[in-house]
């Protein structure tokens, strides 16, 4: 299984549309190979887990480890290897990059969510829920980069729409009490998935480069701070702190991310468009509730 899955990745990859010698492209490789190998690591571990978990490691603790260690480095290898190799073969694009990263990496969130939304309790199915969400991201990612034509910086706000729409309900439960349990992440991860739906259709005709999309994550951050100083300043502490803090947090970000948006109106301005990478199609961000496509 561990050797099929990758092989069965490179095919996909291989055969997507539009990767001719002639418009190859390899700006994108470095974020796509510090995916592909960070999860070839964490496949190798997560497999040795569920060895472990069936009962199919050596009973002595340095067997174990010396299985779990030689899987994880073929994993890992594995993962670097057929990166590099598609890349150099086939060329990707920052925004077919950024989307593949983006896909995977919010699926994997997903499944963990999904998981401990219905309860999983037993270390192997979450362990399975995860690798499985995360092997379907990867199929996603991959037929979303080869026919959806966005640019890296519309992906990039699409990512900044998401993140702090999922970041803004968990606030929100924070500072209303609500109890940190198993609808806690998953309420979270649901409303980051409407943002990535909300994003992907915001982005459509929105000309931004990936430098002002991380300035709006930058003062997203800012407003999550400042938003506490100020009303410190102003009205002092309050005797239910964590809620008037947590509330303060949520009311910071979007103020901040609106400064942002403003203080960077005219940053783009006279720079070439960007040119979309991948085939002309439209957007298509599916929600992942559960690690579900």
Known sequence: MVRALPAALGLMLALAPGASAAEKDTRGRPQALVLTTAYGAWQGVAISMLLDEYDLMPNDVGGALMVGSGLTLATTGLGFGLGWWVTEEYGVTEAESGLFTST?????????????????????????????????????????????????????????????????????QGAFGVEDGSSYLTWATVAADVGLLVGAWLARDVNIS???????????????????????????????????????????????????????????????????????????????????F
């Open 210 to 292: 990936r430098g002002r999309a991380r300035l709006l994550d930058l003062g997203a951050f800012a407003g999550a701070l400042a938003g506490p100083a100020a009303l410190f300043m102003v009205w002092g502490p309050e005797e239910d702190l964590q809620a008037w803090y947590l509330s303060a947090v949520a009311i910071g970000i979007p103020v901040g991310i609106g400064v942002a948006w403003h203080l960077t109106r005219d940053l783009d301005d006279g720079a070439p468009a960007p040119t979309p990478t991948a085939a002309e199609g439209a957007t298509l961000m599916l929600p992942l509730a559960g690690g579900v």
């Open 104 to 172: 995977v990496l919010w699926a994997a969130l997903n499944g963990v969510a999904g998981g401990v939304g219905v309860g999983l309790d037993d270390a192997d199915a979450l362990l399975w829920n995860t690798l499985i969400s995360g092997w379907a991201g990867q199929a996603l990612g991959i037929l979303l980069a080869a026919n959806v034509d966005r640019t890296a910086g519309q992906i990039s706000l699409m990512n900044t729409v998401a993140t702090w729409t999922g970041a803004e309900v968990a606030l929100i």
